[in-house]
């Protein structure tokens, strides 16, 4: 009986092991995405200051 409390239980630690290493794969992947996103976000915003200033110029 304890043996199999014992198999249970080392079987519960290996799951959570794994739950927690996809948490931390998907932590990563989603702090990658967000990473990109940032700097496609930076690039967009500077592309839009130029675009204005370009504007800015032909006014003139």
Avoid at 1 to 13: G, K, N, P
């Amino acid at each position: 009986m304890s043996a199999q409390i014992a198999d249970l239980q080392q079987e519960t630690v290996y799951q959570q092991q794994g739950y927690l290493y996809e948490s931390e794969e998907d932590y990563e992947k989603l702090q990658k995405k967000k990473h990109a996103l940032m700097a496609k976000e930076d690039e967009l915003y500077y592309q839009k200051l130029n675009l204005s200033r370009e504007e800015q110029t032909h006014e003139h």
